[in-house]
Structures are given as C-alpha cells and as structure tokens.
C-alpha cells in the first residue's frame, strides 16, 4: 500500500516553516524523502533508518518514529529554491518500496 | 559517473503501436525501478529488479507492459498495443543495497515522456 502524505499541498511566504508527515500501514525499515521539481526527476534528500532517527541538511531535517510507522520532513526558514513537490518513500521490513502521492510546496516571495 | 540514462527522452506514437523504453542504469547499482507518473496517479512504481531479476511487478497495470533486464547494465520497458491512456512520464531509477539486501538512495533517470495519441 502508498504512504499517505500530508497536506496535499502547502503555500508559504520566505522564511516560514513547513511540515510534510508521511505515514504507513506497514512496519517501515526505512524512509526516504525526494524533491521534485516541474519538469525534472525527483531528487534524493534523505534516508532514515533507525526508529526516531533525525537527520538534516541545511536547513531541511527530518525525523521517523518507526512505532508509529511516520515520518517527518521539517522546512525550517524556507527558500525560494524549496519549492517543489516532495515524496516519501517507505521501505517495508518485507523490503518492498512504495512512494506518497507527493506535497506540493510553493514558496513565495 | 553519468547517472541513469534514458532514452528516449520524448516518444510519440499513435494508438495500437509498440513502444520501447529504455534505460541504463548506474554502474555498480543493484536495484532498478521502473515508474510512472502521471498528474492523476502521481508516481507510481510498476517493476522493480534486484540483479537483474524481477522482484515485485505488482504494479505494472497489464499484460500489454512487460519489463527486461537482460544484463546488469540495460533494461527496457515495453507497451504493446500503446493505449492513449498510456501517456505519461517513465522514469527509471537505480540503487545500491545494503548489507541486508535493503533498498538504497534511489537515483532517477531525467524519465521518458510518452504520448500516445
């Protein structure tokens, strides 16, 4: 089964913060965030392995409670380049992969 | 390293026409994925490969798609008969495993836009 992200889609002014929550119905061992942008292929961002795991980039972190088969991605002080649509991707213990219907992100001046 | 390459990047075809895809993967890489994505079903995973063997084509929508990965190093996707409905962007992408055979970073393709008309 696809992870349910949440919201669907999210506008912001520069420099307000975004949270993107993934979830699933399956006991994950891994979540991988993506960053796609109009016309161009999803780009990795991170991985997250362990239960409560967080890790960051910039100013883009993210955290997995692996009890609660969720993740999050935070977007602390948002850019103008983080516009984009962002995917979950949820590793199930069986191995299998699904990705999230995605998060339209637009940042505005 | 190149990345994954696709070809080709733009397809057009007429209804009832076979269409080939194909991609190359990053050398060294394990894993294959091909996936479709569309503005109605977002990105949906059709088949992935794990050494070159089949592993989960659960998602590929019906007989008239198959997928091949003869070598490490090559793999196609193919539709017969093409269906207007077909018509989406076809990414592929390729990973590394870990240790315990799971998936890894998952790098994409810049994808295949097919239209079928």
């Known amino acids: 089964q696809q992870p349910v992200q949440s919201p669907q889609a999210v506008i912001l002014r520069e420099g307000e913060d975004a949270v993107i929550n993934c979830s699933s119905s399956k006991a994950l061992y891994s979540v991988h965030w993506y960053r796609q942008k109009h016309g161009e292929a999803p780009v990795f961002l991170m991985i997250l392995l362990k239960g409560g795991e967080q890790k960051g980039h910039e100013k883009i972190s993210a955290s997995f409670n692996e009890k609660k088969q969720q993740s999050s991605l935070y977007l602390t002080a948002s850019q103008l380049s983080y516009s984009g649509t962002y995917f979950c991707g949820t590793v199930s213990r069986l191995g299998d992969m699904r990705f999230g219907a995605g998060t339209r992100l637009t940042v505005k001046p | ?117």
């Not at chain 2, 794990?50 to 007989?63: K, L, R, T």
């Open chain 2, 1 to 117: 390293d190149a990345g994954v390459i696709q070809s080709p990047r733009h397809e057009v075809t007429e209804m009832g026409q076979e269409v080939t895809l194909r991609c190359k993967p990053i050398s060294g890489h394990d894993y294959l994925f091909w996936y479709r994505q569309t503005m109605m079903r977002g990105l949906e995973l059709l088949i992935y490969f794990n050494n070159n063997v089949p592993i989960d084509d659960s998602g590929m929508p019906e007989d008239r798609f198959s997928a091949k990965m003869p070598n490490a190093s090559f793999s196609n996707l193919k539709i017969q008969p093409s269906e207007p409905r077909d018509s989406a962007v076809y990414f592929c992408a390729s990973s590394t495993q870990w240790g315990d055979s799971r998936i890894n970073t998952q790098y994409f393709g810049p994808g295949t836009r097919l239209t079928v008309l």
